[in-house]
């Protein structure tokens, strides 16, 4: 299994065999797209939506390239792939406002429980309102809504992804396309996890859990997080913090020195104190802050402190994985200022997604709560 990042890999010859499972060839199978047949009698509007544009054409002529209408509750499988082998880029596109109603989960090997179990933006980084522009190296978002995903996720036997819309209406389109390579996967390998949490601080427990409840043995890869911001001012002084394998509740091995810090911010993301308070944004192979929500408060006479409700970050601990042998715990405080100039604990609304690879079996990991409790406004 050759590094997915290394241009050097690309010299290497290989017995691995590429797919790619799309609407148009649902299976993945060798030779197997573009099979779909414009039937005769279809109308615009109808499952099809391309039947009637590729009438004059036919078979071979874009006939099936999209989901149509997912219905509430309804699944639908994107890729059930026997293994050995290994995912290499997930595309996907839905219209906007639609990103937190739909719950991704993938299964690996055969296990009761999945171990991805998110909304379909958030494990894109587009848990907002699905307009970010993400330029990192595992996760891409192109205009308009165009996500990529260049996680690698290996398997042995088995995997399937498959999404769920929780939503009240039918959506009409879910655009999608798997590409893998069937291959060995060697011992060492372990399996991609996303796990989506969310939480209200308080005054008395200004702390969002990002992970807990992780047994076996791995390594972090990477955090997303959502902050929406229901206090004023500065609100970026928690600490990041890392408990490693038995560490105890007041004792993390990685402790960070402030949220903005922790992805490769500085200052408050403040290009300009002195004149202007406004945040800039970002991003990068590895760190971002791609999303500011900014709602101007009135010009003070020397410099303006715009209103900002919501902050989107990530960080990929790509170079840098975070490992542990037996368990990990991942949180972040809410902390901001008091005018007396004391750290204050703050009531706001976080949401986040761990990313880390571990070993088989795994824990079951926390289930998605319903979707008003999901939707950020």
Known sequence: MNDPFSLASLTRLSNAQTRSISAENPDGRKGGGAQAVPPKGKKKGSDAWCNDAASDLGKGWKVRPCAKNFEPGQTLVLADIKGPGIIQHIWCTVLADVHRWISLRVFY????????????GDFFANGLDGLALI?????????????????????????RIEITNDGPKAINEVFYQVTYALCDIPDDAAYLHASWRRSMTTRENPEHTILDGV??????????????????????????????????????TICGTGTEDYFGGAWGFVMDHARDLSPQTYSTPFLGYPQALIAPSPRSESKMRPRVPAHALYRWHIPDPIHFQRDVRVTVQALGWWPTGKFQPLTDDLASVAYWYQ???????????????????
């Not at 090997?109 to 379909?120: A, F, I, R």
């Not at 996760?139 to 290996?154: D, E, F, L, Q, T």
Request: glycine share 10%; hydrophobic share 30%.
């Open 109 to 120: 090997d055969g296990q009761k429980t999945p171990s991805v179990v998110c909304p379909l």
């Open 135 to 159: 330029n990192s190296m595992p996760i891409a978002v192109n205009p308009k809504g165009g996500m990529n995903s260049y996680w690698p996720m290996p398997f042995r036997k088995r995997m």
């Open 215 to 252: 047994r076996g043995r791995g390594h972090y890869v990477g955090t997303y997080l959502i902050w929406n911001q229901l206090s004023n001012d500065w609100w970026g002084e928690g600490e990041v913090k890392f408990f490693l394998d038995g560490d105890r509740p007041d004792s993390p």
């Open 359 to 377: 070993s088989l079996p795994t824990r079951p990991l926390s289930p998605l709560p319903s979707l008003n409790d999901r939707l950020s406004r």
